[in-house]
């Protein structure tokens, strides 16, 4: 039975719909390991027949942007991103979100910039199916995951072009700061997969191989246990790097932790 492709929830203006929020560290990855505040919007452009997100990204709460700070401010979030701790855009789809995150993200330089020892590092976790605007002013970071037909989407719905060049540009900016970068995380579960995502996304768009990570598609830590030894066998074979899922190894879990 097919899954429901769950609608998007309308946010007023000077409201953000969040689906949750927590500080734990990323899991995956280039800066895998790194204490990190996440917050996940609502809503996504995509319904992978594998998301492990799916369950909380189809529901959302609604909050000014003021609540939202003074939760993170109570819950501590704002002392961990003081000391370092990236902030984490993800989903569903954060870039369908642009607007309220580009806002929510201003109000927190505009009212608690006193408590930041210098300015956050944002990363956006993203299918790479939307075109970035204003919200790159503030975005240090892109975690891009085209998906492949394992996902079980149609290649016109998961392939953006334009999206795409603009992501693989920023996959060759490594050292100028003042510039996003990104890098590109295909999750497979067998060779075919690779080539896919090698002949569909790599090679078309001219992605830096040094930004490439393959990760086991895998939703448990069972699995993740099982998948891994041979995903990391075809990274070295096709040059690739491999990237774990460190929160399912820790604590068996994909969201929320």
Not at 121 to 148: D, H, M, Q
Not at 178 to 192: A, I, L, M, Y
């Amino acid at each position: 039975m097919e899954r429901e492709f769950p609608k998007f929830i309308k946010t007023e203006e000077g409201k953000i719909t969040v689906s949750e929020t927590f500080y734990s560290i990323q899991g995956e990855g280039r800066y895998i390991g790194t204490p990190a505040v996440f917050l996940r919007t609502q809503g996504c452009l995509l319904n992978c027949k594998w998301c492990d997100t799916y369950d909380v990204w189809k529901t959302g709460k609604i909050y000014t942007y003021q609540e939202l700070a003074e939760l993170w401010k109570e819950n501590g979030y704002i002392k961990a991103i003081s000391l370092g701790a990236h902030i984490i855009l993800t989903g569903g789809e954060p870039l369908a979100r642009q607007k309220e995150l580009f806002e929510f993200r201003t109000y927190l330089q505009e009212h608690y910039y006193r408590d930041f020892f210098w300015t956050p590092f944002i990363e956006v976790e993203t299918a790479g199916t939307v075109l970035p605007n204003k919200l790159t002013e503030w975005v240090n970071y892109y975690n891009v995951s085209p998906k492949l037909s394992n996902s079980g989407m149609e290649i016109d719905r998961r392939n953006n072009e334009r999206a795409m060049k603009y992501f693989s540009f920023l996959s060759w900016n490594n050292k100028d700061q003042k510039t996003p970068s990104s890098s590109f995380k295909f999750v497979v579960s067998n060779e075919e997969d690779v080539k896919e995502a090698m002949d569909t996304y790599i090679q078309p768009y001219h992605i830096n191989l040094n930004s490439v990570y393959l990760m086991a598609e895998a939703q448990t830590k069972k699995e993740l246990n099982e998948q891994e030894g041979k995903i990391v066998e075809l990274a070295k074979k096709y040059g690739l790097k491999y990237s774990t899922r460190l929160h399912l190894h820790i604590w068996d879990k994909a969201t929320g932790v």
